[in-house]
């Protein structure tokens, strides 16, 4: 999604983090902008534009519900809930994808992810708060069964190395007994105001969803401009072995940073080069560098703990139990250097410190059981 993002700002996109749209402006019965909140600065702004639209996931029928539901009968988002897990390499070790049969007729995956193997997910309607969505304990356990049955294992919920989960936005037939008719495919709606909505879809049918938005709206204002998404690559690829060797940085965080930065990793390696303590491992068994967060900071808008260890890198998510631990040096050393960035003072620090283990506690990445490696 940073590599996304990063590519739009190419092409002339400003993207803001943090500022959330709290209604559309009308001008004449037509949508002319939004009205943003400054979740960081507070306050609220105006942003006029000729089209609005909104691609905002499962929250999609949020702005303007009467106008999608009633007017343009626009199905209701139904969230459905996946949990993930993960399990060190030590415990459970896969070089390959699998897929491991689960209970209720349903497959599950089991992969190698980051240092660290990937089991997910399940699928059920949830229908709590959408701003954190913690792991299911029963979630957990369906997956854990399964994969023990398949593997021949005795993994419990304290061997874990952490835990997930997200909603995804399915769209509703609004009959329950329908439910096999919920779509995963993306649908593209224009209401009475002229904002288009787009939802539903796949992380990875992001460029057809972003086509089928662009199209329409050539097609609209009768422009010929045809989408040109297929010709743009992503990112500047690089190897592992093209990148400078810097000391106290080994093999396995080059890999990773060729993985997750590209050409870009360069700058990464730049900062480690300049101050040798952000050369350094954010946790002792996984490759990801102290110097990914002046990164994070001064390029990817990050401005919270949890924006670092859960969004920019997936720290959180993989070693959840020692960085969700009250007092955590390492939770610490991430708040230090973010700071450094950001100009935070003691008091802002501290702040930012317990504001993470709030934000931990509700994602749940700690699964019940499970207790920080000694
Ligand atoms: C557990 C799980 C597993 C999945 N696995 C896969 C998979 O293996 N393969 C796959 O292809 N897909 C997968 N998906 C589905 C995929 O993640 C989603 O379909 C995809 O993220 C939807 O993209 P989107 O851009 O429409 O919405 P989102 O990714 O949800 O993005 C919407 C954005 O809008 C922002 N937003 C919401 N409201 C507002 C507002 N009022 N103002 C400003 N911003 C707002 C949100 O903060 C968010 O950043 C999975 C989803 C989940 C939850």
Redesign the pocket.
């Known amino acids: ?1 940073l590599t996304v993002l990063g590519e739009t700002e190419r092409f002339g996109a400003i993207c803001a983090n943090r ?4 209604e559309l402006i009308e001008e004449g019965g037509r949508a002319a902008g939004v009205r943003v909140r400054d979740e960081l600065g507070g306050g609220e702004f105006d942003l006029r534009a000729e089209t609005v639209v909104n ?6 029928d ?2 303007r519900p009467t106008e999608l539901h009633e007017e343009a009968e626009v199905p209701v988002i139904r969230p ?5 897990l993960t399990i060190a390499r030590s415990t459970l070790a896969v070089d390959a994808g699998v897929i491991v049969p689960a209970g209720g007729g349903r497959s599950i995956f089991v992969l190698p992810w980051l240092g660290r193997t990937l089991v ?2 399940t699928d059920r309607d949830y229908e709590g708060d959408l701003t954190h969505v913690a792991p299911d304990v029963e979630d957990i356990d369906y997956l854990l069964n399964a994969v023990n049955e398949f593997f021949g294992s005795a993994i419990e919920r304290a061997d874990l190395t952490g835990a997930y ?5 399915l769209i509703s037939t609004g009959d329950p007994k329908k439910s096999v008719d919920i779509s995963r495919k993306e649908e593209l709606y224009e209401t009475s105001s002229g904002m288009l909505t ?9 460029r057809r ?1 972003a086509q089928l938005t662009v199209d329409r709206l050539v097609e609209r204002e009768g422009r010929e401009a045809p989408c040109r998404t297929r010709e743009i690559p992503l990112g500047l690829p690089a190897e592992p072995g093209e990148l400078p060797a810097i000391d106290g940085v080994d093999r396995e965080s080059l890999a990773l940073l060729a993985h997750r930065y590209g050409h870009a990793a360069n700058e990464v390696l730049r900062v480690a080069r300049s101050e040798p303590a952000l050369a350094r491992r954010i946790v002792p068994d996984l490759p990801d560098l102290l110097a990914e967060v002046v990164i994070a900071a001064r390029y990817e808008q990050a401005s919270t703990i949890a924006d670092v260890l859960l969004r920019r890198t997936r720290l959180g998510l993989l070693d959840g139990p020692r960085l969700s631990e009250r007092g955590s040096e390492e939770v610490r050393a991430v708040g230090e250097v973010l700071g450094g960035e950001l100009g935070w003072d003691k008091s802002a620090l501290g702040a930012a410190i317990d504001d993470w283990h709030r934000t931990a506690d509700a994602e749940g990445i700690a699964p019940p059981g499970s207790s920080p490696p000694r």
């Open positions: 999604v500022c959330s749209v709290s691609a905002t996931g499962v929250w999609a949020r702005l459905s809930r996946g949990t993930h997910g997910t989960a997200g909603v995804r936005p787009i939802t539903g879809g796949k992380l990875t049918t992001w969803m």
